[in-house]
Each structure stands twice: as C-alpha cells, then as structure tokens.
T-cell receptor, first 115, second 115 residues
C-alpha cells in the first residue's frame, strides 16, 4: 500500500510566475484534500474533493489558486501570478469514505519558495 | 466554527522523562472526531490516533497514551519514557460531523527530547 505522493518536493519560483503541484493519493481513497502550512503553524485547509467533484473551498483560496481532480485520481493545484506570501508547504492528504474511518493520510508536501 | 488550541509551543525534556501534550478544542457539534499527528523534522505528517466524541475510553499504545475528557473539551497526549526519536512537532486536530470532512489543526507543540 503506497502512501500519498507529491511532486515536486521543492519549487523555487520568481514572483509573478505560475506553478503547478501534483498529488497522487492512496489508490483506493476517494477523498482528497489540499492544505497549506506556514512556519510555526498547523496545516490550514484549502480545498476538498470527493472523487472528481470539488466540494469545498476555503476562503484562503484566492482566485489565483485553482485545483482539479479530473478523473477522481490524482489532483493538481495551480497558483497563478505567485506572490511572496504564497511561500509555504503545500500538503495533500487523502482518506476513504467507504472505510468509515476519518483519518487523513498526508503526503510529504511541496515546499514553495517565491523570490 | 471549530477551534483547536495547543497552548504549549515548545517542550524540552530529557530522555526517559514522561511528557504530556495538551489539546483543548471547541465545537458546537455533538458528534466529532479528534486526531493527533506527528510531524518529524522530515516534514511528513504521521497519523497517530483518532478518537470519536462518543467514545471517552482512554487509549494506550505502547509508550503513548491519550486522555479524552469531554467535560473539559480536552484530548491530551502523554509519552512515557520519552526517547530522542520522539522529537517532533505534534498536532492535535478536530473534524466536526457537520459540513465536510476537513480537519482543523492546532498550532502544534514542538517536543525536544535530549539524550
């Protein structure tokens, strides 16, 4: 049973550039979540998919952020026109609705640095 | 709205000492779920335990134990005979039954175990 994977692990970009991150959840998990974590803080929820449907978006998710999960498997998170305030660790997690358990399993994260 | 408070920012202990990490939560839901996660220096969040609001039985797993008290809205985590490998940031999280299944995290407690 492979865990959640995320790519890339690190991304350095210049302000104003677009970046895209990928998350591959645990294969049998139908729920997928994106969180953002800044230094010294706990993860903050960004958005949530059940299968391919994006069911919830946080107010933290500005118009520059977009997420997709086209076939209900992997997901991408794109940030357009990056700003220095976007520098953070972006975490992806997945869980199974059918298991009746609610714990989310996290990937290693993508650390974004905006110069 | 949900809220999780981890008042201890950082705790330092010497190996073999017992240590308790505090977690206080707020929710209006009568059904909810509480979690503890460990984030070692490598950065990946590791699931430790889930507790349902309707099950106040305390749990012990090896050197780890959890004390859930609804009367005080607390879900504390104790490590017995701490080891250097326990050094990490520990997060408490809450999932309410209403709405979607996102997690609300506390700010975390950094535990430093020195030899």
């Amino acid at each position: 049973d492979t865990g959640v994977s995320q790519n890339p692990r690190h991304k350095i970009t210049k302000r104003g550039q677009n970046v895209t991150f990928r998350c591959d959840p645990i294969s049998e998990h139908n729920r997928l979540y994106w969180y953002r974590q800044t230094l010294g803080q706990g993860p903050e929820f960004l958005t949530y998919f059940q299968n391919e449907a994006q069911l919830e978006k946080s107010r933290l998710l500005s118009d520059r952020f977009s997420a997709e999960r086209p076939k209900g498997s992997f997901s991408t998170l794109e940030i357009q026109r990056t700003e220095q305030g976007d520098s953070a660790m972006y975490l992806c997690a997945s869980s199974s609705q059918t298991s009746g358990r609610y714990e989310q399993f996290f990937g290693p994260g993508t650390r974004l640095t905006v110069l | 709205a949900q809220k999780v408070t981890q008042a201890q920012t950082e705790i330092s202990v010497v190996e073999k000492e017992d240590v308790t990490l505090d977690c206080v939560y707020e929710t209006r839901d009568t059904t909810y779920y509480l979690f503890w996660y460990k984030q070692p220096p490598s950065g990946e969040l590791v699931f430790l335990i889930r507790r349902n609001s309707f099950d106040e039985q305390n749990e012990i797993s090896g050197r780890y134990s959890w004390n859930f008290q609804k009367s005080t809205s607390s879900f504390n985590f104790t490590i017995t005979a701490s080891q250097v490998v326990d050094s990490a940031v520990y997060f408490c999280a809450l999932r309410a039954n209403s709405g979607y299944s996102t997690l609300t995290f506390g700010k975390g407690t950094m535990l430093l175990v020195s030899p």
